[in-house]
């Protein structure tokens, strides 16, 4: 069945075609969330809320302007900004570094790859300090595969400042990096 | 707005034939390191740079270690996720007839709905009006037979212009 089709088994109630959905895309949904709030807890929440919204609007989604990935990135994204909105950043960037001080235990730390594991506990660090709108670019193009087109409906920008977020965020990332080898 | 938009397809005219350091990095970051994902119109000016340029190459080489450190960034399990999910009480799909009645005169898409439906929005006002005015005599008495009554209440919303007839 194709996304339109499952779509309008959700606006009669099919509850079958729903769970077919949630499978095909819960996947790349909690993962864009957890990119961008960075703790299991409200991802899970996030996620919930994002296929509790589907349900609820699936009539509102236009099949002729965006795809059902796209939609669906859209609702995570206004959720995980409206999130990081409420809640203060401070609180969101400490849950970033609990969860990379957490799984650098869970890894070993101590190992021979640990200037490795430090490096990418660094790097997630510094994604975390990005700006929401630099990091849910960076996010959108290098790991969810959106191209700048999509990932630019997504966020609500044009083609030009999405471009400029991840510009700007792989320079920011670049030069914490380059600073941390030196360092070391 | 127009220069500005002039601006740039020459701007991007003139990076199809050649391509400073500066452009060619901005190129890295939006499009990545593999220069076959570029757009079509820049990959050719790009790759001569590579070849000729020790600078733009470090700088591929800078933008691949990052993107390979990325990748190397995990997420974790979230088991149970997708059973909380499946398993959580949906509210009914079917909304009440005023939902449903609210729908159809606001929807989502399409030129043509967007300007009639809230049209027929505006007309529910006159109708009630008239609905209530034909039930509810307010206190006034009416002399006239229903039929009567009704043709005067035609006659007055077609807005014609008694003041000759009076005379």
């Known amino acids: ?20 959905i949630v499978k095909q895309h819960l996947n790349s949904i909690s993962h864009y969330a957890y990119r961008m709030l960075g703790n ?123 471009e400029s977020s991840i510009a700007r965020a792989k320079r920011s990332l670049r030069k914490e990096m380059s600073e941390n080898d030196n360092a070391q | 707005m127009r220069s500005s938009k002039q601006a740039q397809s ?32 820049l990959r050719k000016v790009g790759k001569t740079l590579l070849e000729n340029s020790d600078r733009a190459r470090i700088l591929r080489t800078a933008q691949r270690r990052l993107e390979q450190q990325l990748d190397q960034i995990t997420v974790p399990e979230f088991t149970g996720l997708q059973a909380r999910i499946l398993n959580q009480q949906l509210p009914p799909r079917n909304g009440s007839l005023l939902d449903k ?31 209530l005015g034909n039930y509810y005599s307010f206190g006034v008495g009416l002399e006239f037979s229903e039929v009567e009554y009704w043709e005067d209440e035609l006659a007055m919303l077609s807005l014609s212009d008694y003041s000759e007839s009076i005379f």
Not at chain 1, 107 to 122: F, H, I, N, P, S
Not at chain 2, 26 to 34: A, E, F, K, R
Not at chain 2, 113 to 122: D, G, I, T, Y
Request: net charge negative; hydrophobic share 40%.
């Open chain 2, 10 to 41: 020459r701007l991007a005219l003139t990076m199809t034939t050649t391509m400073t350091l500066e452009e060619f990095s901005t190129l890295v970051d939006i499009h990545g390191s593999n220069i076959e994902n570029w757009p079509p119109a």
């Open chain 1, 40 to 162: 299991q807890k409200d991802t899970e929440d996030i996620t919930q809320e994002t296929f509790l919204k589907l349900w609820v609007n699936a009539g509102k989604w236009q099949p002729e302007k965006s795809k059902l990935s796209t939609w669906l990135h859209r609702i995570t994204h206004n959720l995980c900004i409206d999130y990081l909105r409420k809640h203060s950043r401070m609180q969101t960037q400490e849950d970033i570094e609990n969860e990379v001080d957490a799984a650098l235990i869970e890894k070993g730390g101590d190992d021979g790859d640990d200037v490795t594991q430090q490096q990418l506990a660094k790097l997630d660090q510094a994604i975390g300090r990005l700006p929401e709108n630099q990091r849910s670019a960076l996010m959108l193009c290098h790991y969810s595969g959106f191209s700048n087109k999509e990932a630019a409906a997504i966020m609500n920008l044009s083609v030009k400042a999405l």
């Open chain 1, 1 to 20: 069945m194709t996304d339109e089709e499952l779509m309008l088994a959700v606006c009669d109630g099919d509850q079958s075609a729903y769970q077919i």
């Open chain 2, 101 to 131: 009645l609210l729908d159809w005169l606001i929807p989502a898409g399409g030129i043509t709905a967007q300007l009639w439906r809230p049209a027929m929005v505006a007309c529910l006002p006159l109708v009630f009006g008239i609905v």
